[in-house]
């Protein structure tokens, strides 16, 4: 029987069935556009209501202060370089951390060509951003701090309360990257004292091209598109009904069973980690070993090329990530990794292992085996381990 395990959740996930259901109805029959002012659209524009409400009881918002985009890169694309250009009159300071998304990472590059200054927050070992750094890089000119919730290669959570705290108290704006962190901890907007907070739906088990960016309501940004009024005159564009829909579903589905699902990944990745620890030698793990999301797992192996391994576990029908998805395909060394001064040596031998809420310790020992017997082979033909067994 052809096997088929997928440990990338933190690329993506596959769409649950609950949300599938929801989602039909809106490619044939509720297929109205909602700025129509006649039934269908009608329709179609309570069901994207309905999702707006789903998602901003989720997190705690309010509808209103709750946009709909095409993806968690979009938000945050927005949130950087919209709040920041409303904000220039205030300053032209952006705090963001080392170990950001590319689309946070980008973003600040992109205002840095436009005459911002950025500060990109060094993190320690476990991938964390100290406050006391950021309170030093902090000044009259800083009108934007962002530290995302959850890393997505190596699964660390940052303190976003306290950071918030921080920026607020020196004026600044706050805003979290919680793309990896939704559906794994409780995201209340109001408790973690954030202005504005990037979700995507296809990591929590929704469709692929649809966001949110929450904006607290009273923080001025720049609109991201014009055109139309849709998103409040702020993100025009015809609204996709079905994406909204499946997303507002998969939010509050992931809210529900939350609890569960953390318990069962974190059985199974606790599980994954025991065996690599009894199975392979040279083996380290990335990221903070509590203070994390449970779904995902960074591993170096000694004296190999993950890329090799990856490929070698593809034909045996496992698929798992250099890093993340996005930076996957050009394989440059992962700058998260760098950040926290991960040896150089293992720089190229780390992989990510992302756990769906299916995932089952049978599965595991299929991927321990065939992994165990992978890094077997590789090490077998690596003048590395050659050479370090010699000098032994
Ligand atoms: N932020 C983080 C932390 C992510 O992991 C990702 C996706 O990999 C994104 C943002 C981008 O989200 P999207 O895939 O919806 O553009």
Redesign the pocket.
Same mark, same amino acid.
């Given at each position: 029987m052809e096997k088929k395990i997928f440990l990338d959740s +933190? !690329? #993506?996930t596959y769409l649950n069935a609950e949300v599938l259901q929801e989602m039909l109805p809106t490619f044939d029959t509720v297929y109205g556009n909602p700025s129509s002012l006649h039934n269908f659209g009608r329709q179609a524009s309570n069901l994207v209501d309905n999702a707006r409400d789903q998602i901003a009881k989720a997190i705690n918002a309010f509808s209103s202060e709750l946009y709909f985009t095409s993806?968690? #890169? &979009? +938000? $945050?694309n927005w949130a950087i370089k919209g709040l920041a250009n409303a904000n220039k009159d205030k300053g032209n300071h952006i705090i963001t951390s080392q170990i &950001?998304?590319s %689309? *946070?990472m980008e973003s600040c590059r992109y205002l840095e060509g436009q005459g911002f200054k950025v500060t990109y927050l060094p993190v320690d070992k476990y991938g964390v951003v100290s406050l006391a750094k950021l309170m030093h890089h902090l000044n009259k000119d800083t009108i934007l701090v962002s530290i995302?919730t !959850? $890393? $997505?290669e190596v699964g660390t959570i940052q303190h976003i309360n306290a950071i918030a705290k921080t920026a607020k108290r020196h004026g600044a704006l706050f805003h979290t990257?919680a *793309?990896?962190a939704a559906g794994s901890i409780k995201l209340n907007v109001h408790e973690l004292d954030v202005d504005a907070l #990037?979700l %995507? !739906?296809? /990591?929590i088990y929704g469709p /692929?091209? *649809?966001?949110a960016l929450y904006l607290k309501k009273g923080v001025a940004i720049e609109n991201m598109f014009h055109g139309g009024y849709q998103e409040s005159a702020k993100r025009a564009g015809t609204t996709n009904v079905p994406g909204i829909v499946g997303f507002g579903r998969a939010m509050q589905i992931a809210l529900r069973d939350m609890k569960a699902n953390n318990e069962k990944i974190k059985a199974v990745k606790d599980y994954f980690i025991k065996k690599v620890k009894s199975n392979i030698d040279g083996v380290h793990f990335n990221g903070h070993p509590m203070q994390k999301v449970p779904h995902i797992v960074s591993v170096s192996f000694d004296y190999i090329e993950a890329e090799a391994i990856m490929m070698m576990l593809d034909l045996e029908g496992i698929a798992v990530s250099l890093g %993340? !998805?996005?930076t996957a395909g050009s394989i440059k060394q992962s700058y998260v990794l760098k950040a926290m001064g991960v040896d150089k040596d293992h720089l190229n031998s780390t992989l990510r292992f992302s756990f769906l809420k299916s995932t089952t310790k049978h599965q595991i020992d299929y991927v321990i085996e065939k992994l165990t017997q992978t890094v077997e082979k590789l090490r077998d033909l690596s003048p590395l381990t050659k050479k370090t067994k010699r000098s032994k």
């Open positions: +933190a !690329a #993506t993806s968690g #890169t &979009e +938000a $945050n &950001e998304h %689309s *946070v995302m !959850a $890393n $997505n990257d *793309v990896q #990037t %995507s !739906a296809h /990591k /692929k091209g *649809v966001g %993340s !998805a996005c």
